[in-house]
């Protein structure tokens, strides 16, 4: 707000000794003059229009400047990214600004992963990069060129679902279903990575995905049968 006064102040004094006196100084020889009428119905005018400015809405003033900051956005520099997600090559052109979640979804339509709190507390956006699991909200889409991404598309062979997903449905680790997806990806890593030996050990490193629903005893037990099966992971 301070730097918008602080302009428009600027903005006002240029404007204002940019208004011609009535020195013949200013005035071209072979130029009628402006009456002082004329003169002061210029400096009215002017004086209008930035005082119209000064009251607008502060609403009005941000979303201008979002709108001036997507446009600046499409100059950014993109560069050239190779990936291989669910099995399938990609050779995409990428801002360094943009998560592996918005590359996911919004360029090749894998909504499965879903966007919860975007700041990687909730765990709903968790996929595999190389088999480790990772939150794609907090990774840029740059860093994982040359790497084998997975998604929940991913997990199921055709029409046969993962382990872990009959495992989910069998033991009703679901109510909302929002979180699901990345429930699954992590109880899948959590069985990979041998942090599956009790009930206690896989509620904590099944911890950074949040269930608002509470299905966390149903979840801990699909993890529990998929571990105890082998679970072909």
Not at 111 to 130: E, I, L, M, S
Not at 166 to 178: L, S
Request: one cysteine or more; aromatic letters at 6%; glycine letters at 8%.
């Amino acid at each position: 707000m301070t730097n918008k006064l602080f302009s428009l102040t600027a903005l006002s004094l240029n404007l204002f000794y940019q208004i011609p006196t009535m020195s013949q100084d200013n005035f071209p020889e072979k130029e009628e003059k402006p009456s002082l009428h004329e003169s002061r119905r210029r400096f009215l005018k002017q004086s209008s229009a930035l005082t119209a400015i000064a009251l607008t809405p502060a609403a009005v003033v941000k979303a201008a400047e979002n709108k001036l900051d997507e446009k600046a956005a499409g100059y950014f520099e993109k560069v050239n990214l190779s990936i291989e997600v669910n099995g399938t090559s990609h050779q995409l052109s990428v801002e360094p600004r943009v998560t592996l979640l918005d590359l996911l979804r919004e360029q090749l339509h894998l909504t499965g992963t879903k966007k919860g709190c975007d700041y990687g507390q909730c765990g709903a956006c968790t996929v595999h990069v190389n088999g480790k699991r990772v939150l794609s909200c907090l990774s840029l889409a740059v860093m994982q060129d040359g790497k084998k991404i997975t998604t929940i598309e991913g997990l199921a062979k055709e029409d046969q679902l993962h382990p872990m997903q009959e495992a989910f449905i069998k033991h009703d680790g679901f109510q909302c279903g929002y979180c699901t997806p990345g429930q699954i990806m992590s109880a899948v890593a959590c069985v990979r990575e041998g942090h599956a030996n009790s009930e206690d050990e896989i509620r904590q490193f099944m911890s950074g995905n949040i269930c608002r629903c509470g299905a966390y005893p149903n979840i801990v037990d699909a993890i529990m049968e998929v571990k105890k099966n082998g679970g072909a992971l």
